[in-house]
């Protein structure tokens, strides 16, 4: 129900925009994250947004460099990265739920590469 894209092999200080399409149009009150894992590390939240408000809540780490959003019309969340880093590499992932850490949807994920 979930499908990101946008992943590949940037430069460090490029930036990137993921997208998460949705198979419908998710309910107002439905929260959808980004989350990402590095090999060898745990799974790590980035930024969540509530799909009818669009309010956003960030991990600290990610404040002021990453940028969630979503559109109501495409159905369709974003994360705009920018000044990526190499300890950016990672899969990316969006879920979705009632809440932050309670999903019901999780994408397939998309690699992001920085390359040094």
């Known amino acids: 129900q979930l499908a990101e894209s946008g992943g590949g092999l940037v430069q460090t200080g490029d930036s990137l925009t993921l997208s998460c399409a949705t198979s419908g149009r998710p309910f107002s009150s439905t929260t959808m994250a980004w989350l990402r894992q590095a090999p060898g590390k745990e799974r790590e939240f980035i930024a969540a947004i509530r799909w009818g408000f669009g309010n956003s809540f960030y991990a600290d780490s990610f404040k002021g460099r990453f940028t969630i959003s979503r559109s109501k019309a495409e159905n369709t969340g974003y994360l705009q990265m920018n000044s990526l880093k190499p300890e950016d590499t990672a899969v990316y992932y969006c879920?979705?739920?009632?809440?932050?850490?309670?999903?019901?949807?999780w994408g397939q994920g998309t690699q992001v590469t920085v390359s040094s």
């Open positions: 879920a979705s739920g009632r809440g932050i850490g309670d999903y019901n949807h």
